[in-house]
């Protein structure tokens, strides 16, 4: 037991760490909403000039300077840690000014891309100017023992969790009782509100990013003793990190520094078991560690949609639809194939790892620049593939080409994996899950020999078919051509599948996806399921990039696979241009090891300073274009290939009109619906029934719970009751399953897909309709019908708000619904606009589509509405015709906010009706 213990103990150095890290985030997000990835390289540049100036020099972090300057002789302890910390707080007040400060405004997913190549710039100036190789540090800390049972324990592990503890409660009495504190709260609750109170945000956030930066310092300084200094060691502390700070929430100090300690003292923990029992993983459970905890917490805390409010709104650029690709796809081959008959030697060697890269780098563009899901690991899913490679060529005896097909395959099913927890968690979350698992598959696999990894690498074999020799030669016949021709053949399918998938209903719904969730799902569009068959294929994308790779080295090492690199593959695609098809490929021309890289290098000579480069343009490319280079290319208009049947317009579809439907019978019945949040009652046993062909209004003041309704009929939010539609049971049916039943529906805030254009954000609505009309029909007839066939292929982000929700109604329609649930139709309508989607709804129903209207505009809701239902507190206090609506003394007292007792004006005395939203009894009237 004592044994146990004293690991435990041990450990503490190291969770001590990550706590500060962690108290470093935590800060850094309070200020300016930055989960910031750098950290851990802020504290590797602060333990790397201390221990430099506990050596007599003073680290140069300007390429072009020289490395060092000597300073004569050796600092103390106190005044190279004071000069160290500086330093890191002038640091962290430089990514401020110059990186987050201009990103205030933006999503928090793309300040964190951000952060990821401030990262990657720290980390390669410091290797650049000090190199990786390990660095020792003289002690801080006396190097005492106590005895703990049976086991002696070194005290500086102890003193240095003690010495973060009392940060964390410095830092807390600051948070809680100083005005600084409470200034950074309030800043960071609200910026408009610090401003109206005499507040500066940017002073606060300076403040905290320079206390951020000197806190990650320390930890770094105080741990260089115990763990020896390395550039890429240092930077992975950010996982567990993180995994602390999501603990805490990025907010709670306490928790984050909890957390932090106790995943160091298991990691100890951990490599003792290996030592105790045989069957214990002899590398990659420490990691694991850090990975379960992530993947714990936030499945049980995620939800599979986000909640209302909570929708991320375009984090990434525009995702351009590939059309007219044959001309230029067969001149690309063309010139691929001239390049790599016209090189030899390192060019052609560069132009092979460049299209391998390509592939890798268009399995990004599905997985982030489609679906929206950042992630880290696509490089870590290749090595996957490599070395399932090995295990099928020495193994197993399985030839090419079924080999990497399968060695592909099983990478599919670790993506699979790896995309598990994306059902339930979404953004930035996901990105550090990701990051996690690639850092754990490179320990527990890669360099573990027990498995086929290890630093010795597994071979693979010569990939042969028919015969012929398709491998990448050896000595004066490499690279052979034969494995360029191949890797091209490859990249060529790849792209064009890719290209299909862009265009597919599969890839509009991934579009769908990244855009906005929660409107995906009441598309009809299965999220669940979009997302883990995004990860599938992009997996297999991977899987394919990985197993060309191993037969380019002919044997599967950790080093190609390494973390860091699929965190730099990540910046160089994103600097392409994530969202596209060219910025895939073009990211592989940007490789390292690709022929760029090789002409910088050759003719540049600033081959060591590529990763510096890579990691600036990324945070420039975050700044300043989103879409990345692939955006800026000029747009050439290839001619279209005829098509046969397609010489012409299409003659007009006449239109489809459905018999009234039959009032007698309601198509839609909720009964007794009823939700609660907390201690809060937002709707209690609200019953009511839509006939087809009617038009029931569904109003109430501001706060009656009237979307909260709508989110419960449509699955959106938890609920008790039943709904039924057609006699189906709905209850306990997830969003999209109902509306494939039928039921759809348009939100209060609209929730377009803003990458999309006007087009495909209503053909997302007609996919899944059972009508026999062909989609790109229903498509044209409901644009034709809403007046937007001429911006039919404008983003629907540019769009004014009154063609928004037009745009969000005309996605409802193109489904034909049984019944159609319209949240706020008419808001951005000016009152002619308003009396004509009045017209437009009265049409529909007359159709047979039943509708439920919830809408402020009272002219609209009492003059087209067939029944009007009163909600007020989410109960529901008056139903019937729009004239008895009118009259009810309750619905009045509701909107006047009158006392129950109160006295009622004479409803005879109030004028007529005007629009708006309904504030006074004479609205009513």
């Not at 044994?3 to 200020?31: D, I, P, W």
């Not at 928090?108 to 390669?124: E, P, R």
């Not at 078991?273 to 560690?289: F, H, N």
């Not at 299409?650 to 489809?656: K, S």
């Amino acid at each position: 037991m004592t044994q146990h213990l004293s690991y435990l103990v041990l450990g503490l150095g190291n969770g001590a760490v990550y706590a500060a890290l962690g108290l470093a985030l935590v800060l850094t997000f309070k200020s300016s909403g930055v989960v910031n990835f750098a950290t851990g390289a802020v504290a590797l540049y602060a333990a790397y000039t201390y221990a430099l100036l506990r050596t007599g020099e003073l680290m140069v972090p300007i390429p072009g300077l020289p490395a060092t300057v000597d300073l004569g002789s050796p600092l103390a302890i106190a005044p190279a840690m004071a000069i160290s910390l500086v330093a890191a707080g002038i640091l962290g007040v430089l990514c401020y000014a110059l990186v987050f400060r201009p990103l205030r405004a933006a999503p928090v997913v793309a300040k964190a891309v951000a952060s990821i190549g401030l990262m990657i710039v720290i980390q390669a100036v410091i290797a650049q100017r000090v190199g990786t190789g390990l660095v020792s540090v003289k002690p801080i800390f006396a190097l005492d023992t106590f005895e703990l049972g049976d086991s002696l324990v070194p005290t500086d592990r102890v003193l240095l969790a003690v010495c973060i503890v009392g940060l964390a409660v410095v830092a807390t009495l600051v948070f809680r009782y100083t005005r600084f504190g409470t200034a950074t709260e309030a800043a960071a609750e609200s910026e408009k509100g610090a401003y109206l109170t005499g507040l500066s945000p940017d002073r606060i956030a300076f403040a905290n990013w320079a206390l951020s930066s000197v806190v990650a310092g320390l930890g770094g300084i105080l741990i260089a003793p115990l763990v020896a200094l390395n550039p890429v060691a240092y930077s992975l502390f950010i996982v567990p990190a993180l995994a602390a700070t999501l603990v805490g929430n990025f907010a709670s100090i306490w928790l984050t520094v909890a957390a932090g300690i106790a995943m160091g003292a298991l990691q100890a923990e951990a490599t003792n078991l290996q030592g105790i029992y045989d069957w214990w993983p002899r590398s990659g459970t420490a990691e694991a560690i850090s990975l379960l905890l992530i993947l714990i917490f936030l499945v049980v805390k995620g939800r599979p949609l986000p909640d209302r409010g909570s929708v991320i709104h375009r984090t990434l650029g525009r995702a351009p639809r590939p059309d007219h690709i044959l001309v230029p796809v067969l001149l690309s081959f063309t010139a691929a194939v001239i390049a790599l008959l016209a090189t030899t030697g390192s060019y052609r060697a560069a132009l092979v790892s460049s299209i391998v890269f390509g592939i890798l780098g268009l399995s990004q563009v599905i997985v982030t620049g489609y679906a929206g899901q950042v992630s880290l690991a696509q490089l870590t899913l290749a090595g996957v593939s490599a070395y399932a490679l090995s295990v099928l060529n020495q193994h197993l005896g399985i030839p090419f080409p079924v080999a990497p097909i399968m060695a592909a395959l099983f990478a599919t099913a670790v993506g699979v994996v790896a995309g598990l927890p994306a059902l339930r968690i979404r953004g930035l979350p996901l990105t550090v899950v990701t990051l996690a698992l690639a850092v754990f598959v490179e320990a527990f696999w890669f360099r573990n020999p027990e498995l086929n990894g290890g630093v010795q690498g597994a071979p693979i074999d010569t990939p042969r078919l028919f015969g012929m020799d398709l491998g990448i030669g050896a000595g004066e016949s490499y690279p052979r051509i034969a494995f360029g021709l191949l890797s091209l053949g490859v990249l060529t399918v790849v792209g064009l599948g890719v290209a299909w998938l862009r265009r597919s209903s599969l890839g509009t719904d991934m579009l769908a996806v990244r855009a906005n969730e929660r409107s995906a799902a009441a598309a009809g569009i299965d999220v669940s399921r979009t997302k883990l068959i995004t990860f599938a294929i992009g997996a297999f994308v991977a899987g394919l990039g990985g197993a060309l790779l191993g037969y380019q080295q002919t044997l599967a090492t950790p080093e190609p696979y390494a973390v860091f690199l699929g965190i730099s593959l990540f910046a160089i695609v994103y600097v392409a241009g994530i969202t596209s098809i060219t910025g895939g490929i073009l990211a592989g021309v940007m490789a390292p090891g690709g022929i760029l890289y090789l002409l910088v290098d050759r003719f540049l000579h600033v081959g060591d300073y590529y990763a510096v480069l890579s990691g600036s343009l990324l945070v420039v490319t975050v700044l300043a274009n989103p879409d990345g280079i692939a955006s800026k290319l000029p747009r050439i208009p290839w001619p279209e290939i005829p098509r046969r049947g397609a010489v012409g317009a299409a003659p007009a579809e006449p239109a489809v009109t459905r018999a009234r439907g039959d009032r007698s019978e309601p198509i839609l019945t909720v009964r007794a619906v009823s939700v609660t949040y907390g201690a809060v009652k937002a709707a209690t046993d609200v019953t009511f029934e839509v006939c087809p062909g009617e038009i029931v209004g569904l109003i109430g003041p501001n706060g009656a719970g009237k979307t909260t309704v709508i989110d419960a009929v449509t699955g959106f939010t938890p609920a008790t009751g039943s709904v039924t539609l057609a006699g189906r049971s709905l209850t306990e049916r997830p969003p999209h399953v109902r509306c494939r039943a039928g039921l759809g529906r348009s939100f209060q805030d609209v929730e377009l897909y803003d990458d999309l254009t006007v087009a495909e954000n209503v053909r997302v609505g007609a996919a899944r309709s059972a009508s026999e009309l062909p989609i790109a029909r229903r498509v044209t007839r409901t644009l034709a019908v809403l007046g937007l066939d001429e911006l039919a292929d404008r983003e629907a982000g540019v769009l004014s708000q009154g063609q928004r929700q037009l745009v969000s109604i005309a996605r409802v329609f193109a489904a034909e619904p049984a019944v159609a649930l319209l949240d706020e139709p008419a808001a951005g309508l000016d009152s002619d606009e308003s009396r004509w989607l009045g017209e437009k709804l009265r049409s529909v129903a007359d159709d047979g589509t039943g509708v439920l209207l919830v809408d402020h505009d009272m002219e609209l809701v009492l003059t087209v509405c067939d029944r009007v239902i009163v909600l007020d507190l989410g109960k529901v206090i008056a139903a019937g015709m729009p004239e008895e609506i009118r009259a009810n003394p309750e619905v009045l007292r509701a909107y006047l906010g009158l006392p129950a007792d109160s006295d009622i004006p004479d409803p005879d005395a109030v004028p007529e009706l005007h629009t708006g939203p309904l504030t006074s009894p004479e609205v009513l009237r």
